[in-house]
């Protein structure tokens, strides 16, 4: 009887505490082109030194310059960023500068602007 409690409380344990917040960790990225660049971007996301709510993201971009039909060698850009998440409106915000990441739990997904970013694997 004792060990059907103990994989009871395991059971319902394991179903309840999974938090969305850690599914936010991760890693995303993006593609995008216009007539002057192509972009490929990727975010990485984990937690700030455990904070609640707060989150670390480090963007590497790979741009590729294009002028006059010329282009241009691959340049390698990298930002990082400290984040705060609203789990009520599922949205994260730098802090510092006000960069606004709007969380899509159903699709794994982050929008930054019209930029969508696809979560490839967790941390």
Known sequence: ????????????????????NTVLD?????????EFAKTDDTLI??????G???YQMTRHSGVIKKLDGKVFPKEILTDT???????DKQILTELKGGK?????SNR???QFG??????ISGL
């Open 45 to 50: 996301l984990k937690k700030a030194n455990e």
């Open 26 to 34: 991760g890693v995303y990225t993006a593609s995008f082109e216009h």
């Open 100 to 104: 606004t990441f709007i969380w899509d």
């Open 1 to 20: 009887m004792k060990y059907l409690i103990f994989c009871l409380l395991f059971f319902v344990a394991a179903c309840g505490g999974s938090n969305n």
């Open 108 to 110: 794994l997904t982050l």
């Open 81 to 87: 960023w400290t984040l705060d998440y609203n789990t």
């Open 52 to 54: 609640n709510g707060v």
């Open 114 to 119: 019209e930029t969508t970013y696809k979560k």
